[in-house]
C-alpha cells in the first residue's frame, strides 16, 4: 500500500468516527424536541386549568368586594353619628372655652374693684357666683337652641 491509500483509509476512518459523533448529537438532540413537543401538547391543558384558577380568584375577590361594600354601607350612619358628636363636643367646648375666658375677664376686673375699695373675699365670692350663674343660664340656652337645630 502506498502512501495515498494509507491516507485515504485514515481520512475514511476519521470521516465514519465523524459520522458516529454527528449521529449521536442528532439523536440526542431529537430526544430533547421530543420533550420539548411533550410539553407544548400539555401546555393548552394547563393553560386551560390556570385561566379556571384565576376565574375562581375573581369570583371570590368580587364577592370580598361586595361583602366588605356591603359592611361599609351598614357602619355609615354609624360614622356620620360620631362625626355629629364630634361636632357637638367640639361646640360645647368652645362655649366652655368663652365662658371660662369671659368669667377669667370679670374675675380679673372684680378683683381690681374688690382690691381698690378692700372689699376682699366677699365681694369676689359673690361676684364669681353671679357670673357662674348668668353663664349657666347662657349656657342652658345655647344647649337647647343646638338640639333645636338638630
Request: charged share 20%; with cysteine.
Amino acid at each position: 500500500m502506498t502512501l495515498i491509500g494509507i491516507g485515504v483509509i485514515i481520512i475514511g476512518i476519521a470521516c465514519v468516527i465523524l459520522a458516529i459523533f454527528i449521529s449521536h448529537i442528532l439523536n440526542n438532540l431529537a430526544s430533547v424536541l421530543s420533550g420539548v413537543d411533550k410539553t407544548v401538547q400539555q401546555l393548552p391543558e394547563q393553560l386551560d386549568g390556570i385561566m379556571k384558577e384565576t376565574s375562581n380568584v375573581i369570583r371570590e375577590g368580587n364577592q370580598a368586594l361586595a361583602d366588605v361594600n356591603e359592611k361599609m354601607e351598614q357602619l355609615s350612619p354609624l360614622f356620620y353619628i360620631v362625626g355629629d358628636v364630634g361636632n357637638a363636643t367640639r361646640k360645647l367646648s368652645s362655649s366652655l372655652v368663652d365662658v371660662t375666658n369671659s368669667v377669667k375677664t370679670k374675675t380679673e376686673a372684680g378683683q381690681e374693684v374688690s382690691n381698690k375699695n378692700n372689699l376682699g373675699g366677699v365681694y369676689g365670692g359673690v361676684a364669681l357666683g353671679y357670673y357662674w350663674l348668668k353663664k349657666k343660664r347662657d349656657l342652658k340656652r345655647e344647649k337647647r337652641a343646638y338640639t333645636h337645630e338638630q
